[in-house]
């Protein structure tokens, strides 16, 4: 007999939804800076539209776990967790934003760790992505022992936060040691900013999971 899909199941599937996109963006973001030197503005320009046209399914995501929240009663805690995510699909797609006003040589001073702050990105969001799918697992009935798998994958969403929070400002520096054009300069500063700031929303959005799955384990 199939099971009757309530708010709450509802909820999930767009909270899964969203943080899909989350994943596309960030991996739009690393593609386009691998390929920065040889891509022409309209390439930029077309890639920036993706990345806008995705965050703004996003957003609509998040409206539809509010009017499920505020109408038909379900957990608050997705609305917290979706803000968090939604903060991070913002960040990428400003960053996405930042990348196609470089000038034509595509050329980066902080090419090597604003990359790295990317890859850093990319896993977090695989963790986070898995630390959601973990919790709609547990919501529906999954074994409690992948409750210790999800607060492993939060650890490592608050690891990601410390090591971006390092590279940036080892971009940072690297952008103060160089003689950098002041237009150039302020572009990568604001990549490297908005790309921290997208760690430290997947953090939260990790510790909002835990916090609800533990809170829900003790009152069970």
């Known amino acids: 007999m199939a099971r009757m899909q309530t708010a709450s199941d509802q909820v999930l599937d767009f909270a899964l939804d969203h943080a899909a996109l989350v994943h596309d963006l960030v991996d739009l973001i690393e593609a386009a800076l691998m ?10 320009q077309a890639t920036r539209d993706r990345a806008k046209k995705w965050e703004s399914q996003a957003d609509r995501l998040v409206n539809q776990v509010r009017t499920l929240v505020a109408r038909n009663g379900a957990d608050m805690i997705w609305r917290q967790v979706l803000v968090h995510a939604d903060d991070a699909a ?14 034509a040589d595509g050329r980066l001073v902080a090419r090597e760790p604003i990359l790295r702050l990317v890859r850093q ?4 969001v695989e963790d986070y992505v898995r ?14 022992e992948d ?3 999800l607060l492993t994958l939060v650890d490592q969403l608050r690891d990601m936060e410390h090591a971006t ?12 040691a160089a003689p950098t054009e002041p237009r150039n300069l302020l572009i ?21 999971l835990s916090d609800h799955v533990l809170e829900a384990r003790l009152k069970g």
Do not use: K, W, Y
């Open 35 to 44: 390929r920065l030197e040889a891509s022409s503005p309209a390439q930029r």
């Open 90 to 103: 913002d960040g990428l797609e400003e960053v996405m934003f930042n990348i196609s006003l470089l000038p």
């Open 121 to 124: 990105l990319v896993a977090g």
């Open 131 to 144: 630390a959601l799918a973990l919790t709609v697992h547990l919501h529906r009935g999954a074994a409690r």
């Open 147 to 149: 409750v210790r798998d």
């Open 165 to 176: 929070d390092a590279i940036e400002r080892e971009a940072m520096a690297c952008l103060v």
């Open 188 to 208: 990568e500063h604001e990549i490297a900013s908005n790309l921290e700031a997208v760690g430290d929303a997947l953090m939260h959005a990790g510790f909002t």
